[in-house]
């Protein structure tokens, strides 16, 4: 079974970056499509970004394009999120999820594991 465990969220003052990362176990991790989602109080889960295992292929949100950046490190079995020009708006608990190519990959149903979630709060 896969296992994910994602780390580096924290508080940021507005305009701040973070990096998250998220290590995988128990998968043949560079087959898989990775993504970030994230679920603020009160509010529904949302895709942030996605990378795809084979073709390494990126896709992002509008509201994070050109301040997120999402990679991967295939030897290390790690994929990361860089939070850059972080806004009060970005406040929530990010989860890292791996599934196959399926969809668009903007779904939380196009993955079949979770993350536990790492709190990243902004500071207005």
């Known amino acids: 079974q896969g296992q994910l465990v994602e780390s580096g969220g924290g508080l940021v003052p507005a305009g701040g970056s973070l990096r998250l990362s998220c290590a995988v176990s128990g998968l043949t991790f560079s087959t898989y499509s990775m993504g970030w989602f994230r679920q603020a109080p009160g509010k529904e889960r949302e895709f942030v970004a996605r990378?795809?295992?084979?073709?390494?292929?990126?896709w992002y949100a509008d509201s994070v394009r050109g301040r997120f950046t999402i990679s991967r490190d295939n030897v290390e079995n790690t994929v990361y999120l860089q939070m850059n020009s972080l806004k009060p708006e970005d406040m929530a608990v990010y989860y890292c999820a791996a599934g196959p190519t399926r969809g668009l990959g903007v779904r939380s149903w196009d993955y079949d594991y979770w993350g536990q979630g790492t709190q990243v709060t902004v500071s207005s």
């Open positions: 990378i795809r295992g084979s073709t390494g292929s990126i």
